[in-house]
């Protein structure tokens, strides 16, 4: 969900929230005037690759830039006057929570009311050192000792804490607060895109660290890095005070959608587990705790090191002697895949262990090129946790999340979809019957009410969602029950109910069909006081055409259908093709015309216009397909002389790159399109964790969509499968560069992990500790599984280092040839690496492909026909300037650019060979 005006949106948002606002990046409003604040004296140091600075009274770092970009920095440097009071964290400080035998848990923070440290002797590697127990708080039982550290050129942060007490001493809760720059507060875009950072965790205990990027997704990057004795065990958010009245370890820096605010470097948590936990999923690691005798000492660390490029951080990670995991072809594995662990540690794997056990079956495969390789397969379903113990004691956690085989995932969502979430009743007043409405799966029933009038309105995101879901399940697995009451939903309620049937805003799109107003229906809405918000829009405000964001929706309901129609005889009964792709065009028309202001942005889903103009194009509707191209030419054109072509109605939003991506490529703009790829890059990570690989950043959007309103990093909401379209584009165009395929594949398995057992399809993870669960809310999903099926394909790739390599199918490479059967939720589309051809059907299914290295021929073994699919529809693409043509051997007829395969009573063999 976005909110209703572009530059004065965040206010009542936040205020939604609970949520004390701030001024917006790019805002054209009024900036406040901001109070002027001291400069805070600094010590300066030059250390290899860094230039840092720590702060004269606290010796926390208050700057830490790259060598080579001295005037960029990693931290909140030019904040630092502002955050210099109590409260607020920075890298340095330390968080404790304690308790004696029999006794109640204390909490001491250093930066909640600082007082002042005792400095200590710097020598040798030491650059700072300092007693903080001051600063902890009163009574401490412990003495903490930090220092900073010039390790052979890496920047070490260390501690040492002691128990003074005559008492054993558990500790419950320790933290290393990890504050980076990611506050787009009062930063325009650009500025945004230059100076500001994200920050990525791998959870994975004693191999766990931290990723800090830029949003511009150039190098060098930042790695945060554990010293002995100090995993990542969780990664706990410091959240402002009024959130946790309770609470010391809390930061004043406002969280809203210009900051997603700071997190802890989590080392033990047990305590947090039986207190602010109690009621979560589970973690992503045991919660653990350290008792210290009288005397005994702890010392814990992490050292800050440079990777040249984001690409490059696997490698620098193998550089210091950390273990990298490798999964292919990720994290997400459906129970009837295969999939491989690649591993390289200094020291040997001695046992894996699984969570639940018996969940992932792993077993040693082979060792190659340093690597040691595991088979993996999925025996359960959902989050498993595979934990490798090395020879040296670490121990590595490899977060995983098992699945069913993708046909009966994307099945059971078109059977809840269409079933549970169906919504008939011819007294509506609000006049959405038929349709199929978001879904409280807390409560195990339809949300036909809610203050967020969107929601249960049918539109943007939080209320469209569900239904596009059900759309884009029919783009390769039509159902003819399902397709029957999706065609009754576009007769009956989106054309003429929600979009403008004709007149002078004809295909026009409403922001919702439900809206407020309790005079006209006074016993509708129960409690008044839950609908004092913004959100709960009047009649007319809800009958606004001019938002951009929801007509993509709409499109892709027509457009689907087309589909359905051209391809399927006989699924699709009310309309014929034309009626659907004219609608499909109709609404892109309306959009330019009604709602200009937003489709100066990319939008979300914006990919499905491209497709929109190919059909045009295909079918030979020449006078429409020019109309439509010079009304996206003038959008891109916009694009294209801004060095960071992705404003939104936020100030910073990771939906725009995918739609400026493909109209880039569309229009031959390469450099930009490269451009769009690399700040994608910057948002979307790999890791070896199903939660954050491919999970493409947001962390605002339970406010619009969810069930549950906060502002909190969001697993696999709908960016990962979206942003993961251009990047599958970029790897088809460079196929030597896995780390784009691994991203990419990543972010479209994991917007399938929202779909639970029954089928029901969940807005986004709830990525803090204390919930660690699925929304209740179907909401916004729909918008992740248009980037999951549109996307969905398999990839047969030959690594240099991995060998061969499948992607969403298994591979099988034994003499002069190499066969993959493909697995993915499609198999409609195919792309054959080493050949640079990218194979797609319109109609039909691959149920075997083999390639040959020697000849380059490839043949693809296609499903036998059904009576919906008596032909497939076959197209052959060349991605790299290298790569021959091919074609189909045999006499098949090309008709609308594709090929036109008649299919049998039993399987077909096609083969593909260079011209």
Do not use: C
Request: proline share 7%; glycine share 8%; aromatic share 12%.
């Amino acid at each position: 969900m976005r909110f209703p005006t572009f530059r004065h949106f965040v206010f009542p948002a936040l205020l939604l929230a609970g949520i004390a606002p701030g001024v917006i990046a790019g805002s054209h409003a009024e900036t406040p005037q901001k109070p002027a604040f001291p400069p805070i004296p600094t010590r300066d140091f030059a250390l290899g690759p860094f230039r840092l600075a720590l702060r004269g009274d606290t010796q926390t770092l208050a700057r830490l830039s790259p060598a080579s970009d001295a005037a960029f920095s990693f931290v909140p440097t030019a904040r630092e006057p502002e955050r210099a009071g109590d409260g607020y964290n920075h890298i340095g400080d330390l968080n404790l929570r304690v308790r004696a035998p029999d006794g109640e848990w204390r909490d001491f923070a250093s930066a909640h009311a600082r007082r002042p440290i005792r400095p200590l002797a710097a020598r040798g590697a030491v650059i700072a050192a300092a007693d903080i127990t001051a600063s902890m708080g009163k009574d401490a039982p412990f003495s903490v000792e930090r220092r900073w550290i010039n390790d052979a050129s890496a920047l070490a942060l260390r501690f040492r804490i002691v128990n003074t007490s005559a008492q054993p001493l558990e500790i419950g809760a320790l933290g290393m607060p990890m504050v980076f720059d990611n506050i787009l507060t009062d930063r325009s875009l650009d500025e945004a895109h230059s100076q500001a950072s994200f920050v990525d965790p791998y959870i994975g205990r004693d191999a766990g660290y931290l990723q800090v990027t830029r949003l511009n997704g150039q190098g060098p990057a930042l790695l945060v890095l554990p010293e002995k004795g100090t995993p990542l065990e969780a990664y706990s958010p410091l959240k402002n005070p009024g959130e946790d009245k309770a609470a010391i370890f809390t930061d004043r820096s406002p969280r809203g959608q210009t900051s997603e605010g700071f997190y802890d470097w989590t080392v033990y948590s047990a305590a947090y587990a039986t207190r602010e936990w109690k009621d979560a999923g589970e973690q992503w690691n045991v919660p653990a705790a350290r008792t210290l005798k009288p005397g005994e000492a702890l010392d814990i660390g992490v050292r800050f090191v440079v990777s040249p490029a984001i690409h490059a951080i696997e490698q620098t990670l193998i550089a210091h002697k950390r273990p990298v995991a490798i999964g292919i072809p990720g994290y997400v594995v459906p129970q009837d895949q295969q999939a491989s662990l690649f591993v390289r540690a200094r020291s040997a794997i001695t046992n894996f262990e699984s969570h639940p056990i018996g969940a992932i079956e792993a077993a040693f495969a082979s060792k190659a090129k340093g690597w040691t390789r595991l088979s993996i397969r999925a025996r359960g379903w959902g989050p498993a946790r595979l934990t490798l113990t090395y020879a040296d004691g670490e121990k590595q956690t490899i977060s995983y999340f098992l699945t069913k085989p993708l046909d009966q995932v994307t099945a059971d969502l078109g059977r809840f979809s269409t079933t549970k979430q169906w919504f008939e009743g011819k007294d509506d007043p609000f006049h959405r019957s038929p349709a199929i409405l978001t879904y409280d799966d807390e409560a195990k029933k339809i949300v036909d009410v809610e203050p967020r009038v969107w929601i249960a309105g049918m539109s943007d995101e939080g209320g469209a969602g569900s239904w596009v879901a059900a759309m884009m399940k029919q783009l390769d697995n039509p159902d003819a029950a399902e397709i029957a009451r999706l065609e009754r939903m576009v007769d009956e309620t989106i054309v003429g109910q929600l979009q403008i049937a004709d007149g002078p805003h004809a295909g026009a799109v409403r922001k919702s069909l439900f809206y407020y107003d309790p005079a006209k229906f006074p016993s509708l809405y129960g409690d008044a006081d839950k609908w004092k918000s913004w959100t709960s829009w009047n009649e007319k405000d809800a009958g606004d055409i001019g938002r951009a964001y929801n007509y993509p929706h709409v499109a892709i309901g027509h457009w689907v259908l087309y589909r359905v129609a051209r391809n399927h005889p006989g699924l699709v009964t009310r309309h014929d093709w034309r009626w659907y792709l004219d609608h499909a065009y109709q609404t892109v028309v309306a959009m330019m015309r009604d709602a200009p202001h937003y489709a100066q942005f990319g939008l979300m889903e914006g990919d499905v216009f491209v497709d929109i103009l190919t059909d045009l194009q295909r079918e030979g509707l020449a006078d429409e397909a020019a109309g439509m191209e010079r009304l996206m030419k003038a959008r891109a054109d916009h694009w294209r002389t801004l060095k960071y072509p992705f404003g939104s109605e936020m100030p910073w939003d990771s939906t725009g790159q995918p739609e400026v991506y493909a109209w880039m490529r569309h229009f031959g703009w390469q450099p930009q399109a490269d451009a769009t790829r690399e700040v994608i890059l910057g948002y979307d990570p790999t890791i070896p964790s199903w939660g954050y690989n491919g999970n493409a950043r947001r962390y605002w959007d339970f406010l619009y969509g969810g069930k549950y309103p906060r502002v909190e990093r969001q697993i696999h909401h709908y960016g990962s499968a979206l942003n993961a379209v251009p990047l599958f584009d970029a790897f088809r165009r460079d196929p030597a560069d896995l780390h784009l395929l691994r991203v990419a594949y990543g972010g479209m398995m994991g917007g399938i992990t929202n779909i639970d057992q029954q089928g029901f399809s969940s807005a986004a993870f709830h990525s803090w500790p204390d919930m660690m669960k699925w929304d209740p809310y179907s909401g916004d999903y729909g918008m992740g599984f248009f980037g999951h099926a549109y996307a969905a394909a398999t990839y047969l790739v030959n690594d240099p280092t991995f060998g061969w390599l499948g992607f969403g199918g298994d591979v099988d490479a034994a003499g002069d040839a190499v066969t993959i059967t493909p697995k993915d939720g499609a198999r409609a589309r195919l792309f054959v690496a080493p050949a640079g051809q990218w194979i797609t059907l319109d109609a039909g299914k691959i149920a075997i492909a083999r390639y040959m290295p020697a000849t380059g021929r490839i043949t693809l073994t296609l499903d036998a026909a059904t009576p919906a699919t008596p032909a497939a529809r076959l197209f052959v693409t060349a991605t790299t300037r290298s790569a021959r043509r091919y074609a189909p051997l045999g006499d098949i007829p090309l008709e609308r650019g594709g090929f036109t395969v008649t299919l049998g009573a039993t399987a077909r063999e096609i083969v593909l060979a260079p011209r």
